[in-house]
């Protein structure tokens, strides 16, 4: 059995900038140009600052999955990617509740999603607003399981947009 991990880490990682003169439904819409060259600017800001990510859950909206795709390139190691329906347009509390869910055994969690429950998410475990703009970062550290991730457990390390 793997051992379980006292601390926890979570990133919070909002999609690049999408490409809206496409047309294309939202759960389709690509990333635009400025977008590709956002996500590999956080790939290299997280492979810089962070250990190796476990997991990494991922909305099935084909920019969040092209950001990860883009972001996971300039890993070492790349995580176990997970597509999770549960991670398109949700709130804080159905992010909160993926998160809540996660495997005991996880140390390190990437969770790639939207707007504005993402942005929501990383100001209720903050306790103060903090902004996701596209492409942009919150990581937090988390004392206890994931079961019990409420913001009272949580700390802030890093946020902002890589620049690009």
């Given at each position: ?23 294309e439904p939202d759960p389709r819409r690509p990333l635009a140009g400025r977008g590709r060259r956002q996500a590999p600017e956080a790939g290299r800001w997280l ?70 429950g993402l942005e929501d998410l990383a100001s209720l475990r903050a306790g103060e ?36």
């Amino acid at each position: 059995m793997a051992e379980r991990p006292e601390r926890r880490t979570l990133v919070l990682l909002r999609h690049a900038k999408s490409d809206w003169s496409t047309g294309e439904p939202d759960p389709r819409r690509p990333l635009a140009g400025r977008g590709r060259r956002q996500a590999p600017e956080a790939g290299r800001w997280l492979a810089a600052n962070l250990d190796a990510i476990d997991l990494a859950v991922v909305s099935p909206a084909t920019r969040a999955r092209q950001t990860w795709q883009l972001a996971a390139a300039e890993l070492g190691n790349p995580p176990a990617v997970r597509v999770d329906e549960r991670a398109y347009a949700a709130d804080e509390e159905e992010l909160l509740a993926l998160v809540r869910g996660l495997d005991a055994e996880l140390g390190m969690v990437a969770l790639v999603s939207h707007n504005p429950g993402l942005e929501d998410l990383a100001s209720l475990r903050a306790g103060e607003w903090v902004a996701m703009k596209t492409s942009a970062l919150a990581v937090f550290t988390l004392s206890g399981a994931w079961a019990d991730a409420g913001p009272e457990r949580a700390t802030l390390l890093a946020s902002g947009r890589p620049p690009a």
